[in-house]
């Protein structure tokens, strides 16, 4: 797609959200039958899955530490979700994606339970349209508590920018692609703690303070469909008892 002529109209994105606007957004935890967790979240145009394997014995065994578990993440882009076709398997952009997933998830986990083992988040992305970093890291989030595994609590994720001259929240991918400013956040709400904060373009320290403000917002909005997520996936299961 070429650059439109204007990304904001009369104060109004080109989808027709205001500024503070997240993506109409989806959470179902428990979505994969044969993952020990799972979860599948839609931010937009975005579709992701999110599968948990373990705690399990870490292979190969020499990756294993012998005091903590080891959380694997493995950020995949499915040839399909791009108008490209995307090359199949790993590239620089996955590991990098994979690694800051891992290190937004990180201070959520009690890893020191399962010394020698590993704990394997897969997050799939099946449609993208700019932030499927944050919208697998609010899947991978959901899935680890679906798969039982102890957490201290739930980490949500949005990305807030610049467009023109305006802060948004949740770039969709003519913004991404055309905006001043792209700056994915992951957060634990309920400490307001930062576990991950990348940033491409520039703000002035007033519109990073706002920005950041924008992003606990819409990470707040996330985290609560997250816990209702899996509070309707333990509910439906309790029925089925
Ligand atoms: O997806 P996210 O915003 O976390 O990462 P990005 O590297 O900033 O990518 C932004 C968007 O560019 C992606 O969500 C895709 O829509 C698109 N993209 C693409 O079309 N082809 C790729 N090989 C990689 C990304």
């Not at 027709?16 to 599948?40: H, M, N, Q």
């Not at 995949?76 to 108008?83: E, G, K, R």
């Not at 083992?117 to 959901?142: C, H, K, W, Y």
């Amino acid at each position: 797609m070429d650059k439109p002529e204007k990304l904001m109209i009369d104060g109004k994105r080109l989808d027709g959200r205001s500024p503070e606007e997240l993506r109409p957004f989806k959470i179902v935890a428990g979505a994969l039958e044969r993952a020990d967790g799972s979860a599948y979240v839609e931010m937009g145009n975005n579709k992701v899955f999110a599968a948990v394997y373990g705690p399990r014995e870490m292979h190969p065994r020499h990756h294993a530490l012998p005091d903590q578990a080891v959380l694997r993440c493995r950020y995949n882009m499915a040839p399909f979700s791009v108008d490209d076709r995307k090359k199949p398997g790993p590239n620089r952009r996955s590991i990098e994606i994979s690694k800051v997933t891992r290190e937004a998830l990180e201070p959520v986990m009690f890893l020191e339970l399962y010394p020698r083992s590993v704990i394997d988040v897969f997050v799939e992305v099946l449609q993208a349209d700019a932030g499927t970093r944050t919208a697998g890291i609010n899947a991978a989030s959901v899935a680890l508590a679906d798969a039982g595994i102890p957490m201290k609590d739930l980490v949500s994720s949005v990305a807030v920018g610049k467009v023109e001259e305006t802060v948004v929240m949740d770039l969709f991918k003519e913004e991404d692609q055309w905006g001043t400013t792209d700056m994915p956040i992951a957060m634990i709400p309920r400490k307001k703690a930062i576990t991950l904060l990348q940033m491409d373009g520039h703000f002035t320290e007033e519109e990073f303070k706002y920005a950041l403000d924008l992003a606990s917002r819409g990470c707040t909005q996330i985290y609560e469909a997250q816990r209702q997520a899996l509070k309707e996936k333990y509910t439906m299961r309790k029925e089925e008892e």
